[in-house]
């Protein structure tokens, strides 16, 4: 079975599959919980267990790292999470009840559960008009109906429920009213400090002291019992654990939540720290490292001693890695010689490492492409203020390849506070926040236009039609500006261009329905495009290559019946004209669209059959000069829904594109360009001008196999974006996939074919020419001694 | 009279039977190893455009609350095996379902690649994982033959073969007998060089004199 699966793909398909000694060499990945709402600690010493809204987890309380973890559907919201210290079973209630033992495994669930609670009696179940209570394994106790509907618990012992119009009392032998109800006090916040509190008489409060530290004082029946400092503020969830360490004496576990962090302490100070802010991800931008080398001025002998100088160096640690490389080589045998890229913090001569500047709606977060987090600001500490709108991060300064001296890579920081614009300019590499502007302008949106050298010219635009351009200390715009803005309320495009700092409006279009979903080419990463096919029937054709165009995508539901078309726009941004305009009856969205050089990817749902479907539009410009263009097009159908498409991209172009497919459940799936080729011949064996070309016969389904998943045996839930850049090397590309967890992978579509081996022993070339060398000299010397008593004879 | 209510009440009764939407649990098994069921099996099935998550149980089995009457498309995701899409038609009126696993074929006439087989659903609905989950490349064992099949490798053995092998299989006397009228040929190219005035003299003179000695010791 599985043999003629791979037989069936072979001839359908390309597969891009690494090798396993590979998975965790080019690529890592971070899980993350989300937004913690709830926690408790487990009965065993070393669980803790945390939930957000959509996602609980056991964490390990000694490491902080991830056990096991549950993701439900993104719209549940978890209301009780609670604890059975006896039993060791976590409860969660969404809609659904579910019961957990300690690895995770889901005991027994219930559906339509109003309101669920943990009580001495067992786990409690309230539905509409029926109430029920079963043992921790799910054993049914007893259970009573009601007439009237019940809307919540609210206590545990004794029983009491509420109704719509009073509360009940209930029991095994029945339900009674109750006279009065005690509610219970859960967490409290008490003037600014949090009182937390457990089963076992202890409680904690926790006191701010300053802008970083908080006094936590433990009681005990109103005794103070210890006293210690902790490095947080401002928590918003705070538990205590108390404990007897090894010296038996009493400690405390103290776990605190404040901004995205969830950290442990102890009297000696923190054990571990989560930072969960990653797990939402608002916008991404992938800035290069500078470069270490600069070019020396002076005159000719200084940069000669230079250069000698660092060749002496670069010779010193050849030396020294060969002898490692041997000593290794001795230790281990010949075949674990892997020289493992270590990435360093600076620049890579490769270009494998870079930083991922990250804005989340709390922060900004530098995260180096080999995983570390180099740096974090909150938004809070850079503006001084909470009440901010959307921050967008837009880089202005980047180094480049070939930068002759190091380039600082800056960014900058564009937020809206009432009436007041902010601008907050940045050092890429330590994240010091240089100069923070304000000005009275009603920001409506702000953008970079590329200038030369991946800058960014900062453009801010108000929503009364002023215009403030930011050049930087090192950019300056030659070229004319044309931008257009999205007005929800009309579903209106207008477009404008910038002449003498003021917006003009040059082109409006309008539609009859909401926007779902815009695609852009990526700007200028691209300049080496082939322009033209040829077909091998001889006739040429061009690419349209317009980079100044985007696609808009609508749902327009039909007058007749609740069915609803999908329309295409592909729109030019400097004229306003609609160059290609496509209908798709029959079918909605979620539409994710990729636009890049001439191709335009869409994936929608075909109504009728109820699947999911790509459809792939390749342009060709018409030899007749004017806006029409020649369209080729075929669609296909996918295996599951798509979240988001993006592509890999590299510096020259060459390598083979692969377009990444990111599922709902959690896998990315890379399709090769022959895949989606528009000319895949129908209903036939391609020709021999079509097998050249490699075209496969056409087939309707894009399989869903193993080996072409870019996130192999991962997964990364709830994806919201795929982000890629090129290396400088043609093969590697760099990819990150961020949703609820981020997966960054280096991949080579094409492999490796400009990079030698990673099991390439270097060690072994050295012996193997060594050898040889010693080999010419003993035989050359065996040889005239031969030829000596040949000649003695 | 009489009659004509009660005929009255049972059409209004079968009438609004026939409103009444169905909504079936659905319950079934899936044959699993507890290693996997730790890890985490996810079922999925999408219902108007929602997906509704649940996971299998510690035992197995897995339940699908309130599917509407229609066809839904069940997915399970697991790490390590690749189990079928399951297919459950549920009938509005008998509230009845009969599944189908969709399983990937691979021969092209039939529905271009998915076949689906039927299921029963008495007395549980039992599903069973396809295949192993491969993501990665098959490496290719380390086979000694194929650094023969290295064109390097074929010129340096042959190569050497022949060096070996060549004097063995010609006389020892032979040999010599070519030997020396080859360096007679030799010495004769050197005097046809030295005649047209090349630095070849010396060595010539050398030669005249390392072959008599030779020829002596013959």
């Known amino acids: 079975m599985k043999y003629s699966l791979i037989l069936f793909c072979t001839f359908v398909c390309v597969v891009n599959a690494i090798y396993q000694r590979d998975a965790g060499k080019n690529d890592w990945s971070k899980e993350f919980i989300g937004d913690i709402k709830h926690a408790a600690f487990g009965c065993d010493k070393k669980d803790l267990l945390v939930g957000s809204d959509n996602v609980i987890a056991n964490i390990n309380l000694r490491t902080g790292k991830i056990t096991w973890r549950r993701v439900f559907e993104s719209k549940e919201v978890i209301r009780r999470f609670e604890y059975a210290t006896a039993t060791c079973n976590l409860i969660t209630l969404t809609n659904t009840l579910r019961v957990w033992d300690k690895n995770g495994l889901l005991i027994w669930d219930d559906n339509n559960v109003v309101d669920a609670a943990l009580t001495e009696e067992g786990v409690v179940e309230v539905k509409k008009e029926f109430v029920r209570v079963r043992s921790i394994t799910g054993k049914p106790i007893y259970n009573h109906t009601s007439s009237e509907e019940f809307t919540g618990i609210l206590k545990g012992s004794p029983l009491t429920l509420s109704t719509k119009q009073s509360a009940v009392l209930v029991t095994s032998s029945g339900i009674s009213k109750a006279s009065s109800v005690n509610v219970e006090e859960g967490h409290k916040i008490v003037q600014g400090e949090l009182v937390t509190a457990t089963n076992q008489g202890y409680y904690a409060k926790l006191n701010p002291i300053d802008e970083t530290k908080s006094r936590v004082v433990v009681h005990s029946n109103e005794n103070k019992i210890e006293e210690f400092n902790i490095n947080a503020t401002q928590a918003t969830l705070a538990f205590i654990r108390p404990y007897t360490s090894v010296d038996n004496k009493q400690q405390f576990n103290i776990l605190v939540k404040h901004d995205d962090q969830l950290s442990l302490y102890n009297r000696s100070g923190l054990i571990w720290s989560r930072d969960e802010g990653l797990s939402q991800i608002k916008g991404l931008t992938f800035v290069e490292l500078p470069t270490q080398t600069q070019a020396i001025q002076g005159n000719a002998i200084v940069s000669f001693e230079a250069r000698l100088e660092k060749q002496l160096e670069t010779l010193i640690s050849l030396a020294r890695s060969t002898v490692d490389g041997l000593v290794s080589l001795v230790k281990n045998g010949l075949k674990s010689d892997y020289v493992h890229r270590e990435l360093n913090v600076g620049r890579d001569e490769f270009g494998f490492s870079k930083i991922m500047l990250i804005t989340t709606s709390k922060s900004v977060y530098a995260v180096h492409t080999n995983g570390q987090v180099l740096w974090k600001k909150t938004f809070h500490s850079i503006f001084k203020t909470s009440d901010l709108s959307d921050v967008k991060l837009i880089v202005t300064n980047s180094p480049q390849q070939h930068d002759e001296k190091p380039v600082t890579p800056e960014f900058v920081l564009v937020a809206q506070r009432g009436n007041q614009a902010l601008v907050a300019t940045g050092n890429g590499l330590i994240g010091d926040i240089t100069n923070l502007e304000t000005i009275d302008f009603k920001l409506k949106d702000s953008f970079g236009v590329p200038v030369e050298n991946g800058n960014n010219v900062l453009v801010l635009v108000s929503s009364d039609n002023q215009v403030i351009i930011r050049h930087g200390t090192h950019n300056t715009l030659t070229k004319q500006v044309y931008f257009y803005v999205h007005d929800k309320p009309t579903n209106s495009l207008q477009g404008y261009t910038i002449i003498n700092s003021t917006p003009v409006p040059i082109w409006t279009v309008q539609f009859h329905h909401p926007i779902q979903s815009f695609a852009h080419h990526a700007t200028k990463l691209n300049k080496h495009v082939y322009t033209n096919t040829i077909q091998h029937d001889e006739t040429e054709l061009s690419k349209y290559l317009n980079p100044n165009t985007f696609s808009v995508a609508l749902e327009a539901p039909t007058s007749s019946s609740s069915d609803s078309n999908v329309e295409i726009y592909l729109i030019d941004s400097i004229t306003g004209t609609t160059i290609y305009h496509t209908l798709y009856e029959s079918s909605s969205g979620p539409i994710n669209m990729l636009l890049e050089d001439n191709l335009l990817l869409i994936t929608y749902m075909y109504n009728k059959p109820k699947r999911y479907q790509l459809s792939a539009i390749e342009l060709y410009s018409n030899q007749i000069p004017s806006h029409a263009v020649n369209v080729k097009r075929t669609s296909f159908i996918l295996p599951s829904a798509v979240r988001t498409i993006s592509s890999t991209r590299t510096t020259l172009g060459i390598t083979s594109k692969l377009y990444l497919l990111a599922l709902t459940n959690g896998q990315v799936l890379s399709v090769n360009q022959k895949t989606i080729d528009t000319r895949r011949p129908r209903g036939v064996a391609p020709n021999p001008n079509q097998a050249e070309e490699g075209l496969l016969m056409y087939n309707p389904y894009i399989p869903l196999i193993s080996q072409s998943l870019l996130t192999y045996n991962k997964t990364v839930h709830e994806v919201s974006r795929i982000d890629t850049s090129p290396s400088y090397l043609e093969s590697t590309c760099h990819v990150v996939v961020s949703g609820l967890d981020m997966f960054y992978i280096r991949t080579a579509p094409s492999k490796q074919f400009d990079l030698l081996n990673d099991d390439f022993s270097f060690s072994l070339l050295v012996i193997s020419t060594v050898a040889l060398l010693v080999a010419t000299f003993v035989v050359k010397w065996m040889a005239a001694k031969r030829e000596l008593v040949r000649l003695w004879k | ?218």
């Open chain 2, 1 to 218: 009279k009489l009659f004509n209510i009660l005929c009255l009440c049972v059409l209004i009764c079968f009438v609004a039977a026939q409103d009444e939407v169905i909504y079936k649990d659905i319950t079934g098994r899936l044959h699993i190893s507890k290693e996997e069921l730790e890890i985490g099996v996810r079922v999925a099935v999408n219902i108007n455009g929602d997906d509704r998550v649940s996971y299998v149980k510690a035992d197995g089995t897995f339940t699908l609350y309130e599917l509407p009457a229609g066809t839904h498309y069940i997915d399970f995701y697991s790490v390590n095996y690749l189990i079928p899409q399951i297919r459950i038609d549920i009938s509005p009126k008998t509230g009845k379902y009969r599944a189908f696993a969709i399983i990937p074929s691979t021969n092209g006439q039939d529905s271009y690649g998915v076949t689906q087989t039927p299921i029963s659903v008495v007395p549980t609905l039992n599903i069973k994982p396809i295949s192993k989950n491969e993501y990665f490349e098959r490496e290719e064992p380390f086979d000694p033959f194929s650094m023969l099949k290295n064109p390097m490798a074929i010129t340096l053995i042959v190569g050497l073969g022949i060096a070996l092998l060549a004097p063995k299989l010609v006389d020892p006397e032979q040999m010599k007998e070519l030997q020396a009228s080859m360096s007679q040929s030799e010495s004769e190219m050197k005097s046809m060089m030295s005649g047209f005035g090349l630095d070849g003299n010396k060595a010539v003179e050398n030669k005249n004199q390392v072959n008599p000695q030779v020829k002596k010791k013959q």
